[in-house]
């Protein structure tokens, strides 16, 4: 990527309201018509609604074009891809996780570098310098297969002297921590479980002998506690990032750590709850329109996240949009029947003040129905079952029966995540 054209995208967030909107409506607006021609998923879909591109002009005129998922994507990915695309000739982001189907978003050269480029930025707004080294610790198949460099080119890698370096998460915590003492990288980037393990394994074993000046998180939200674990740890509280791999860095806090700044030019987010778009302060799910990849357009995609929009602008004096918080997948919350998601957060900030409960895990079984399981510690009395009740009854608004069941252990599940609560209930029923 050429430099100037760098700068110009760095620049981009210091632009005005009104050039933020004009910016993200042309984009749209292009890529909507991009797609009507191009792309079979989106043709099929615009004459399978009655829709031509006359009823799409206005930004508001979105929401008139229904929703896509990860399923359209499975079912035929093929579909989504421009015509006359050479794989080939493209870069593949796939599917994190080792048992998934090698699922794959692709982009153009150019778009990937624009990709990475606006995820950088988030860097260097938090004051990260183009000589300032970066260790990412990412899932074994996102790893940029080609170097230890991730390619924004060739000026900017020679600033980096080639320090931007990856290590597989599914390495082991005390080879982690070895090529982290070795490089002592300026920046740390990881999803917050590997670094909350990496923490660990400082605490346990050998203290950090540097101090990074940015520690990048993402995956899921940093509780309050996680903040102070790896501020106790790397010196430094981690900053919250939101990406998901078909779109990349969508949101990322600022140094004011008040909010997740989104990256306009990469994404158009909404955030819906049911048929409307959720309002400031309300949490609904996320729904992206990926602005920079016409190779294979994903629009109005149902990432399977839950977030808010903030009411107020970031202190910081950021004009564009800026998210409250994003609260984890959909299927990890509760939906109730008036429509209000509780998210797992919500949840475990309840059942965590029970110090005499050692494990939970409430499973929504149906639209009115939740069954807790809790595992009892050796304080455990028969009146907590009953404050237990009460408590989950109060956060669910009275709207659900609960049921409580005490069990010596919880079922082990699949992934890395804490999963405090399980959505069985099917799509469709989810939305409110
Ligand atoms: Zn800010």
């Known amino acids: 990527m050429k430099r100037s ?22 984009r749209l607006r292009a890529l909507l018509e991009h797609a009507a021609k191009n792309v079979s998923f989106y043709e099929k879909r615009l004459r399978q609604h009655g829709l031509t591109l006359r009823d799409l002009r206005r930004l508001k005129d979105l929401s008139f074009l229904p929703l896509t998922s990860m399923a359209d994507l499975e079912s035929d990915s093929k579909a989504f891809l421009a015509r006359g695309v050479q794989r080939s000739e493209c870069v593949g982001r796939c599917r994190p996780g080792e048992s998934a189907q090698m699922l794959r978003v692709y982009l ?45 080119g060739s000026w900017r890698e020679r600033l980096l002297g080639g320090r931007r370096c990856c290590v597989p998460a599914s390495e082991t915590p005390p080879e982690q921590l070895r090529v982290l003492q070795r490089l002592r990288p300026a920046c740390v980037a990881a999803p917050l479980w590997v670094l909350m393990r990496l ?11 540097f101090r990074p000046r940015l520690l990048l998180s993402w995956g899921e939200p940093a509780r309050a506690s996680d903040r102070e674990v790896l501020r106790e740890t790397f010196g430094i509280a981690p900053t919250d990032v939101y990406r998901a791999w078909e779109f990349g860095t969508i949101a990322a806090e600022c140094p004011q750590h008040n909010g997740l700044h989104i990256n306009f030019d990469l994404v158009h987010v909404e955030i819906i709850r049911g048929e409307r778009a959720a309002g400031p302060g309300e949490t609904g799910e996320v729904v992206l329109t990926a602005l920079a990849n016409r190779t294979m357009p994903l629009i109005r995609y149902r990432v399977g996240d839950l977030a808010t929009w903030k009411r107020d602008p970031c202190t910081c004096g950021w004009q564009g949009p800026v998210l ?100 069985k209930l099917p799509g469709v029923a989810r939305s409110p």
């Open 5 to 26: 054209r760098y700068k110009e995208i760095l620049k981009r967030p210091s632009w005005s309201p009104k050039q933020l909107a004009h910016y993200e409506q042309s």
């Open 324 to 423: 409250e918080g994003v609260h984890g997948r959909v299927e990890n919350a509760f939906v109730l029947p008036s429509g209000t998601f509780v998210t797992s957060r919500q949840f475990e900030d309840c059942l965590d003040q029970f110090t005499n409960v050692v494990a939970y895990r409430a499973i929504q079984t149906g639209r009115r129905k939740v069954e807790v399981l809790a595992v009892p510690g050796t304080l455990f009395q028969e009146r907590t079952t009953q404050l237990l009740r009460e408590k989950c009854l109060e956060l669910l608004n009275n709207e659900v029966g609960v049921e409580l069941r005490l069990v010596n252990e919880l079922p082990i599940l699949a992934g890395p995540r804490r999963q405090s609560i399980l959505c």
């Open 108 to 152: 153009s050269p150019e778009e990937n570098e624009t990709r990475e480029a606006i995820g950088r930025r988030i860097e260097v707004f938090n004051g990260l310098k183009g000589r300032h080294s970066c260790l990412m610790i990412l899932p074994p198949n996102q790893i940029p297969p080609t170097s230890v460099s991730l390619g924004l």
């Open 199 to 209: 923490a660990r394994e400082v605490r346990e074993d050998r203290p950090l002998r």
